[in-house]
């Protein structure tokens, strides 16, 4: 099995790869006036795709690219079986829908169709050790746009700050404005605090990570505080345990932040149950 996906689905037809084209006048590549979402597939099944593709559609009505999300449902399931992905322990599907092509001009056209792109691919395992070991971490600035909870394509900050953990040595980047924590170049950012699930509320500074909603409700359901509000860069460093949340990365701890440990420097005891809780919720999935 090669590790991308030969056969993808673009303007209503699945076509090879290799010769899919999109125009130099689409708009999401001029503009980056586009929305995108991942979907998470283990063993053949789409984990959460209502959520996903809920949060799909809302971004673009807040961008009024006029489609209805629920098509994506058939070429989801569509996709795995033509790339021989249905008994694939991991995958993920990259679904991305743009204003459509139009000549140049910033105003929005009228009568254009949206572009329509969906791949899948499958995913390389993580070892137990790296779940374990747990990512080091840098803090930066927050420098994105004002409205991070739509899921653009415009992901250039996001970019360069992840570069500037690559560069520093680190797995990760944690980002804050005015001081105060947002999340990850690709995450949600979680901190454990007097025993409490803490991390920046739902609003506009950040994206809603559907797999940090799961990973909230869990928190809920097996006892645990959670405080959904304005957190600092200097609680993130008093913190017991950190942890980060995303669709292909799932509960993953942070055992180092600007190269000072975090609590203890091991994974602690609060991301190991919600590690537990979100592979339990992951594996109720795939039974139905």
């Known amino acids: 099995m090669t ?16 010769s899919a084209t999109v125009s130099v006048d689409d708009r999401g590549f001029l503009f980056a006036d586009a929305c995108y979402e991942v979907t998470a597939v283990f063993d053949g099944v789409s984990i959460a795709l209502d959520r996903h593709l809920a949060r799909l559609q809302r971004g673009l009505d807040e961008l009024r690219i006029e489609f209805d999300t629920s098509v994506l449902v058939p070429i ?37 169709a949206p572009t329509v792109l969906a791949r899948v691919q499958a995913i390389p395992l993580s070892s137990s050790a790296v779940v374990e070991r747990g990512a080091r971490a840098i803090t930066l600035p927050d ?18 700050a992840q570069q500037a ?12 404005l005015d001081g105060m924590i947002t999340e990850g170049s690709r995450t949600n950012v979680m901190g454990v605090l007097d025993g409490a699930v803490v991390t920046a509320p739902s609003d506009r500074r950040i994206l809603g990570g559907v797999t940090r909603s ?4 869990l928190a809920t359901a097996a006892g645990l505080e959670v405080e959904e509000r304005d957190w600092s860069v200097g609680e ?35 991301t190991q149950r919600l590690q537990a809780a979100y592979a339990d919720f992951v594996a109720d999935h795939i039974r139905g």
Do not use: C, M
Not at 83 to 102: F, H, I, M, W
Not at 146 to 151: H, Q
Not at 214 to 217: F, S
């Open 3 to 18: 590790a991308e996906a030969p056969i993808l689905y673009l303007n209503g037809e699945y076509v090879d790869a290799a």
């Open 76 to 112: 989801h399931h569509e996709l795995i079986d033509r790339n021989g992905l249905a008994d694939s322990p991991r995958a993920s599907v990259y679904v991305q829908v743009t204003r459509g092509v139009a000549p140049r001009s910033h105003a929005f056209p009228s009568d254009v």
């Open 143 to 160: 420098e994105r746009w004002g409205r991070v909870d739509i899921k653009t394509t415009g992901l250039l900050p996001n970019v360069l």
């Open 165 to 176: 953990a690559v560069d520093a040595g680190a797995d990760d980047v944690i980002l804050h």
């Open 214 to 217: 799961i990973v909230l409700e």
């Open 236 to 270: 993130l460093h008093l913190a017991d345990e950190v942890l980060l949340t995303s669709t292909t990365a799932g509960v993953r701890p942070v055992v180092e932040i600007d190269g000072g440990p975090v609590g203890t420097g091991e994974r602690g005891p609060v």
